[in-house]
């Protein structure tokens, strides 16, 4: 068979690249790395841009639908974009005012009652028996307080140099989270507000460097890809909801304090797949503690309970349902995405694997001759 001079070109650049990968695999690595750290900001933007984008696209149906002026046209996507922002800021304003007021009271009243607990310590080592025979053991034990003293001088002056230069890192991390921030943000509204004219772009670049055929199975793959990403999000937010108002109902039940706000706060964190509802009850914990230890013991045992109940049985059904992914797979995808990414390999994990699932099957349908 005669090689044309294209496909040896093409044949000698696979091979070019191949030998470079073989040859500097970490120095590729790094380079990957650092250009991910670079677009980061585009990266979030994008994923904003999507879940802004369910939201918008449903509120978009409710805003003069059958109009067909050009003013509502041209108005009908900047307000439900705008709809869509107020309406994320609010509910996550509306469970801020509900948990910081009680957990800033909780934190005040545990300082406040610092001082009688220390009074009450100080008053059992004069009193006890077993105080006594501590101090005396310590009092008879041989120790270098001059020693102690220098070293302890040492690490309090090497600690404010320490202290200094790591406000001068916090400020700068902070400014430039700030700033990846508002780069994000102002992608994500460009991304939405224009989808079909950049989409339409890409088409054409694709469509005069790329063949149609292949063309035609990436926006198959991209189309699974979408509805199960799209899926996952509707029923995390589905999901996190059912949590939040069990665990509300729950502590109104068993007359634990802070029952609404907890709920709420619960819910918020549950948006995080499976381990999000214990991020938010160590602070249901803490508001608990400050008034009744033994009602934040009972709290988490509850909590314990409830997230058993929400991660074998509604988490699949709920969100492995709205998928198509069974639940012992929605399991397996959470395990090895926190694995590989932590927090955000188990928001991934699923919706990957959905898509991965949803392919394979179609694939084996249509070799079966049933698709």
């Known amino acids: 068979m005669k090689v044309t001079r294209s496909q040896a070109l093409r044949y000698l650049v696979i091979g070019a690249i191949f030998l470079v990968c073989l040859i500097y695999p970490a120095q590729l690595f790094a380079g990957f790395q650092a250009l991910f750290q670079i677009a980061l900001p585009l990266v979030i933007g994008g994923a904003l841009a999507f879940c802004i984008n369910l939201l918008c696209v449903r509120l978009e149906r409710h805003f003069w639908p059958r109009a067909q002026a050009k003013w509502a046209a041209s108005l009908r996507r900047p307000a439900a974009i705008l709809a869509a922002l107020v309406l994320i800021i609010a509910i996550i304003a509306g469970v801020l005012r509900l948990v910081l007021p009680q957990f800033i009271t909780a934190i005040d009243g545990f300082f406040s009652s610092l001082p009688e607990t220390l009074k009450q310590v100080n008053q059992w080592l004069t009193k006890s028996d077993q105080a006594n025979a501590l101090t005396k053991q310590l009092a008879s034990a041989k120790i270098d307080w001059t020693s102690i ?27 430039s989270g700030i700033f990846s921030f508002i780069l994000a943000f102002t992608f994500a509204i460009y991304l939405v507000s224009g989808k079909e004219r950049i989409g339409s772009r890409l088409n054409r670049v694709c469509a005069a460097f790329f063949p149609e055929r292949l063309m035609a199975k990436v926006r198959y793959v991209l189309k699974v890809a979408n509805d199960m990403f799209s899926s996952f999000i509707v029923g995390q ?14 502590m109104l039940l068993f007359r634990f ?34 008034s009744s230890p033994m009602q934040a013991v009972l709290f988490v045992v509850f909590l314990i309970c409830l997230q058993q109940i929400e ?19 929605v399991l397996a995808a959470i395990t090895i995405g926190s694995g590989l990414g932590g927090i955000v390999g188990m928001l ?21 001759g049933k698709l």
């Open 348 to 368: 991934v994990g699923v919706p990957t694997a959905a898509t991965i699932y949803r392919l394979v099957r179609n694939a084996t349908w249509k070799k079966e």
């Open 257 to 290: 304090p802070n029952a609404v706000s907890i709920g709420a706060l619960i819910g918020m964190t549950a948006l995080i797949p499976m381990v999000g509802a214990f991020i938010g009850g160590t602070v249901g914990f803490v508001l608990i503690a400050v």
């Open 149 to 175: 003293q220098s070293k302890v001088m040492k690490y309090v002056s090497s600690g404010v140099s320490g202290v200094f230069s790591s406000s001068i890192s916090i400020f700068g991390n902070l400014a």
């Open 311 to 329: 991660g074998n049985l509604i988490y699949p059904r709920v969100v492995g349902g709205s998928i198509g992914l069974p639940g012992i797979l």
């Open 237 to 250: 937010v589905t999901e996190a909801f059912i949590l939040g108002t069990l665990c509300a109902l729950g």
